[in-house]
């Protein structure tokens, strides 16, 4: 990793909000799970929020 460091000191590796959302349910339960579909849209629906004014904007779009 330290050739990575050297090479692009500025560079910030994050996961996306998927992959973040996966990791998360992993330490709950798992995929096969009953409840785990319902589970990742709850933690979906309360992470990801509309805000009202870009809604707007993006409906007068």
Not at 17 to 26: K, P, T
Not at 33 to 54: E, N, P, T, V
Request: aromatic share 14%; charged share 25%; glycine share 4%.
């Amino acid at each position: 990793m330290d050739i990575f460091r050297t090479a692009w000191p500025d560079l910030v590796v994050r996961l996306d909000v998927w992959h973040f959302m996966r990791r998360l349910a992993v330490g709950v339960t798992t995929d096969t799970h009953r409840l785990y579909a319902a589970f990742m849209g709850q933690l979906s629906a309360a992470i990801f929020c509309w805000d009202k004014s870009d809604l707007n904007l993006l409906k007068e779009a």
